[in-house]
């Protein structure tokens, strides 16, 4: 019987021996694979709430680069930093300094640049880290439908290069402003087909020297300055003696990985409406005068045949902003019954001042033939008579008594887009496809 235990005991001994020697090779082994795994993206997500994150980077990273590649981890805490060190992006196993610095980068097929220039130091501290340009955009910034990891965030762009400074950095090997159009938009090789003539900016661009700013003159929406309010974004205390660009751009971008915003205001690159209020001056009526802009309502005929009324404290057909009804309708927009057609040179980004360059807006035909060549001025003047002559039918078929059928609210459609044609004051001039569906929707409708 005591033979019978020993047997047992040395069996259990030798079975508890095996499990405890599996055991602790699994715990070593569960060790191991757990102190490398969160080099793994998979193995991050498990625990960790950046779904968005590893979506992103499984769907649009396509180098074999996990979430250490890039973020650190030191093993002393529970999370990755969210700030990416230079060195991680320039190592020779991503894009190493050398080869950046020694070819010329494409962006969008628009503008060719060196990395060079972006990776020296400016004045006041300013040194751009990697993440200063290329970071997560989040969803608002999709790329062929996708989000991105990581992205070109170009409000950088337009902070560095449109900031109003009293000493203007100037571009490496131009030596020009930055902010100038050219250094971008080198060759705009775009023909445009405007009421039946060809438009071919390139000749404008290089063979007359046109400067851009006679035509696109509303492209850049000037800001970038910094307010106190914007520190309160992050912090909830701001020292006393904590100011000065060199201080804030050692402290914020060059030691961390701090955007341009939410510091800068918003600096915007595109054609907007503040040159309604900013540029052109605050005047809610138009005169007459055949070399100038038509009259604001068709009433009668002067000598000449052009319609001339004073629209002197008649208030605009769209609110009180000034020429606010002008841009609706060079847009497009505003009236009853048709489709929205915006005007070629509108979608040109043809601002106002391209052709109303004098102090009073005025305008001489002959101002038509710079861009659009000799003879256009002609052109127009028939399409403005066309306009006056279909103009005055619409006027005699609105104080007719209306035909039986035709409802009041065609009516009232078609005296609105009488009154917003007349208003606007240049005859179709503004948008001559636009207002001329208009009135013939509009004479349609009453007939």
Same mark, same amino acid.
């Given at each position: ?20 020697? @599996?055991?602790?090779?699994? #715990? ?38 996990? #979430? ?5 981890? +030191? ?8 700030? =990416?060190?230079?060195?991680? #992006?320039?190592?020779?196993?991503? %894009? ?14 628009? /503008? ?6 972006? @990776? ?16 997560? @955009?989040?969803?608002?910034?999709? *790329? ?8 070109? &965030? ?29 250094? #971008?938009?080198? &060759? ?11 438009? +071919?900016?390139?000749? /404008? ?10 035509? %696109? ?33 050692? &402290? ?14 918003? =600096? ?32 009668? $005929?002067?000598?000449?045949? *052009? ?10 057909? /769209? ?7 002008? $841009? ?31 102090? &009073? ?10 861009? %659009?060549?000799?003879? /256009? ?9 066309? =306009?006056?002559? $279909?103009?005055?039918? !619409? ?24 009154? !917003? ?27």
């Amino acid at each position: 019987m005591l033979n019978n235990i020993r047997k047992r005991d040395k069996k259990a001994v030798k079975t508890l021996s095996i499990v405890t020697i @599996l055991s602790v090779i699994c #715990c070593i082994t569960l060790v191991v694979i757990t102190a490398h795994k969160p080099g793994s993206p998979e193995f991050c997500a498990r625990c960790h709430s950046m779904g968005p994150s590893y979506n992103t980077w499984n769907e649009t990273v396509s180098c074999n680069t996990g #979430c250490l590649s890039c973020h650190t981890h +030191d093993n002393s805490g529970r999370t990755l930093s969210v700030e =990416i060190e230079d060195s991680n #992006c320039t190592n020779t196993e991503c %894009h190493p300094v050398e080869k950046l610095t020694s070819k010329v980068s494409n962006y969008k097929d628009v /503008f060719s640049f060196n990395h060079k220039t972006h @990776l020296k130091e400016y004045p006041t501290n300013l040194k751009l880290k990697c993440t200063g340009c290329h970071s997560y @955009l989040g969803s608002d910034a999709p *790329v062929d439908g996708k989000t991105r990891h990581f992205g070109i &965030d170009e409000n950088t762009c337009y902070i560095c290069h449109f900031l109003e400074s009293k000493n203007p950095l100037l571009s490496a090997k131009e030596k020009i402003k930055v902010d100038e159009c050219s250094l #971008c938009h080198k &060759d705009v090789a775009v023909k445009v087909v405007i009421y039946e003539k060809e438009f +071919d900016h390139l000749e /404008f661009q290089k063979e007359r020297k046109v400067k851009c700013a006679n035509c %696109h003159l509303d492209t850049v929406h000037r800001g970038g300055n910094i307010e106190e309010k914007n520190c309160y974004r992050c912090h909830t205390k701001i020292p006393n003696d904590y100011q000065g660009a060199e201080r804030m751009h050692r &402290d914020h971008v060059e030691e961390h990985k701090v955007p341009c915003y939410p510091c800068h205001n918003e =600096i915007l690159h595109e054609w907007g409406d503040e040159y309604l209020t900013n540029i052109l001056p605050k005047r809610n009526t138009v005169s007459g005068g055949e070399d100038s802009s038509m009259a604001s309502v068709v009433t009668s $005929r002067t000598r000449r045949g *052009v319609a001339s009324v004073n629209t002197k404290d008649k208030e605009p057909i /769209f609110g009180k902003l000034p020429y606010l009804l002008q $841009r609706e309708l060079y847009a497009g927009k505003g009236g009853r019954g048709i489709e929205d057609s915006p005007d070629p040179m509108y979608l040109a980004t043809v601002n106002c001042t391209a052709c109303h360059k004098s102090k &009073d807006l005025s305008v001489h035909p002959l101002a038509c033939n710079v861009c %659009h060549k000799k003879g /256009f001025n002609k052109t127009m003047a028939e399409q403005k008579k066309y =306009i006056t002559g $279909r103009l005055s039918s !619409l006027s005699e078929l609105l104080q007719k008594p209306p035909k039986k059928g035709v409802s009041k609210t065609l009516i009232n459609g078609a005296r609105y887009n009488y009154n !917003l044609i007349t208003n606007d004051g240049s005859f179709g001039v503004h948008n001559i496809k636009y207002v001329k569906d208009l009135i013939n929707y509009s004479i349609q409708s009453l007939e």
